[in-house]
């Protein structure tokens, strides 16, 4: 018996087969700095059909790939934070919709142009709206950019985006199940099914949920084992009732949003999430005819390419028009430069329906590998890439870039100190300053909401990201005796450092490193001193508390 046949006499041997197939592929995309969607779609095609033809338990497969979105769907309720969209407030919501609105009106458009009907272009054009908020929170994340100004507003519209979509799914399955009716008794219907899916999901989640979730939380075990349950029964209950099981599965994760243990809940069902997703892309890419799809190239790289310019540049004006600086818009910008999973499960609702073919979804999905694989390059190198094209993009800047410039009303004053970061540590050196006056110092942090909670308190305190190569242009450090930085990452301290070097400053520069190698490394580039928290507080408790403990009395 050849391992052909073995393969299909066996799932057993099958699944092994994948498995190996995607630590293999895995490992290579690791290489390559690609996310593990791109890596699944390709091995859904290695083993497909088109490639190896050793995918047969179609079933088992689909199940699992039920489970596994349903779990993604779950997870992004779980983790759905409405008050980050207040806390940014306009541009989130603005960019959001405005994103939204314009790709998939030009998307529209685009696709009638390239002779598709218009159901087709239709769902083309939504598809390429949505961008992977799995995948900027982890590369924003690996960058540590998550609590930067632009981290936070392109946080804050890909949640709006992550709301459209659910929104979308919900009529588009509703009306799906419901033929032989009108559109107003379409949209009644979808109405009245929302209200009892809601209603339902309010219920459990006010008088259910919090006994019984500090009950089981006794053992973690148990609180993971019921979220998976409550997931997947609230999924088949929407199915039940005419919905998708992706909008019950969301409703699921939100009724859960507000529990003190949804942040234990969602460690532990990453893992998780990512294992079943490999089935729901195993299944897609096994079910992709790649010569049947071949002639959707050309289109396909033409949707690419407006995915990947077209809608930063949508919202770079938008960002642009409300008076962000163009920094600020085009690393926020560069975050909807991909298709994401959503809009793979979107297209695949639509297969499901009967409104698309094969082709289409084949072609949405070659959209997806190519966007998903470039635009993580273009996120890593994003400030190399600013940098290089930042004279082109003053035609998307304000002369008055009013929303940021706001932060630096301090720039005309004169201070003796400049401490960069507000962090545990900065912040602790900020307090002891508070108690001294006559030393005057000016604050620089780069969350947003740092900044905003010390400027409701009235310290001196700005935005300011390090990476920027124009922050020390608006900070007043000329006259400054000394400028600290509490940064621990080495390549700001050293940008920072060579920056305030080409400015010719010629105060005092401290730096801070938070492990010994770090320290030996900024002592190289000879600043006047390097700061280590840890050694100065073991220090601090040797020479006060232990000294006066043992030695004092002696």
């Given at each position: 018996m050849n391992w052909s046949s073995a393969i299909v006499e066996n799932p057993f041997y099958e699944f092994a087969a994948i498995l190996f197939l995607a630590a293999l592929l895995g490992g290579i995309g690791q290489l390559l700095r690609q996310p593990l969607i791109v890596t699944f779609i390709a091995l859904g095609i290695v083993v497909g059909p088109s490639v190896l033809n050793i995918v047969h338990s179609k079933e088992n497969i689909h199940l699992l790939a039920e489970i596994g979105v349903a779990i993604l769907l779950f997870i992004v309720g779980l983790k759905l934070d409405l008050r980050l969209i207040r806390s940014i407030g306009?541009?989130?919501?603005?960019?959001?919709?405005?994103?939204?609105?314009?790709t998939s009106l030009i998307g529209y458009f685009i696709g009638l142009a390239l002779g598709f009907?218009?159901?087709?272009?239709?769902?083309?054009?939504?598809?390429?709206t949505f961008s992977s908020t799995i995948i900027i929170v982890k590369l924003l994340s690996?960058?540590?950019?998550?609590d930067t100004l632009h981290g936070q507003i392109a946080i804050g519209f890909l949640i709006v985006q992550d709301l459209v979509v659910i929104l979308v799914m919900i009529i588009l399955s509703a009306m799906g199940k419901s033929e032989g009716?009108?559109?107003w008794q379409d949209l009644l219907r979808t109405l009245l099914l929302s209200a009892v899916l809601l209603l339902l999901t309010y219920g459990v989640m006010k008088w259910v949920i919090p006994g019984l979730s500090y009950f089981l939380a006794r053992s973690q075990e148990m609180l993971v084992l019921f979220a998976i349950a409550w997931a997947v029964t609230l999924a088949s209950v929407s199915e039940l009732i005419g919905f998708s099981g992706e909008v019950g599965a969301f409703l699921a994760g939100v009724s859960l949003a507000s529990s003190p243990f949804k942040d234990t809940v969602s460690s532990r069902l990453v893992s998780l999430r990512d294992f079943l997703?490999?089935?729901?892309?195993?299944?897609?890419?096994?079910?992709?005819?790649?010569?049947?799809?071949?002639?959707?190239?050309?289109?396909?790289?033409?949707?690419?390419?407006f995915v990947l310019v077209g809608n930063?540049?949508?919202?770079?004006?938008?960002?642009?028009?409300?008076?962000?600086?163009?920094?600020?818009s085009f690393l926020a910008g560069l975050t909807v430069a991909q298709i994401s999973e959503f809009s793979l499960i979107f297209a695949g609702l639509g297969l499901q329906m009967g409104h698309l073919s094969e082709e289409i979804l084949g072609l949405i999905t070659l959209v997806g590998l190519v966007t998903i694989g470039l635009s993580t390059y273009l996120i890593l190198y994003a400030h190399p890439i600013y940098e290089a094209i930042a004279p082109v993009l003053n035609?998307?800047?304000?002369?008055?870039?009013?929303?940021?410039?706001?932060?630096?009303?301090?720039?005309?004053?004169?201070?003796?100190?400049?401490?960069?970061?507000?962090?545990?540590?900065?912040?602790?050196?900020?307090?002891?300053?508070?108690?001294?006056?006559?030393?005057?110092?000016?604050?620089?942090?780069?969350?947003?909401?740092?900044?905003?909670?010390?400027?409701?308190?009235?310290?001196?305190?700005?935005?300011g990201d390090v990476e920027d190569p124009e922050i020390l242009d608006r900070i007043p450090f000329r006259h400054a005796k000394c400028v600290v930085s509490t940064i621990p990452g080495?390549?700001?301290?050293?940008?920072?450092?060579?920056?305030?070097?080409?400015?010719?400053?010629?105060?005092?520069?401290?730096?801070?490193?938070?492990?010994?190698?770090?320290?030996?490394?900024?002592?190289?580039?000879?600043?006047?001193?390097?700061?280590?928290?840890?050694?100065?507080?073991?220090?601090?408790?040797?020479?006060?508390?232990?000294?006066?403990?043992?030695?004092a009395k002696k």
């Open positions: 306009q541009v989130a919501l603005l960019t959001g919709l405005g994103q939204v609105f314009f009907s218009a159901l087709h272009s239709f769902y083309i054009a939504v598809a390429l690996d960058k540590k950019e998550i009716t009108s559109l997703l490999l089935f729901f892309f195993v299944n897609l890419g096994a079910g992709l005819n790649l010569s049947v799809i071949g002639s959707q190239v050309p289109a396909a790289l033409l949707f690419a390419a930063p540049v949508i919202v770079l004006i938008i960002m642009g028009v409300m008076g962000y600086r163009k920094r600020t035609v998307f800047e304000r002369k008055d870039p009013y929303r940021e410039k706001e932060a630096f009303r301090y720039e005309q004053h004169q201070y003796d100190l400049i401490l960069f970061g507000l962090g545990r540590f900065g912040s602790k050196i900020a307090h002891y300053l508070d108690a001294h006056p006559d030393i005057k110092y000016l604050g620089v942090d780069f969350d947003p909401q740092v900044v905003s909670a010390w400027q409701q308190r009235g310290r001196p305190i700005i935005y080495i390549e700001d301290a050293v940008h920072l450092l060579q920056e305030l070097r080409e400015r010719d400053y010629r105060g005092r520069i401290f730096l801070t490193a938070l492990q010994d190698k770090d320290a030996r490394l900024l002592g190289s580039y000879k600043p006047d001193q390097v700061l280590m928290p840890y050694h100065m507080a073991a220090e601090n408790f040797y020479n006060t508390v232990l000294s006066e403990t043992f030695w």
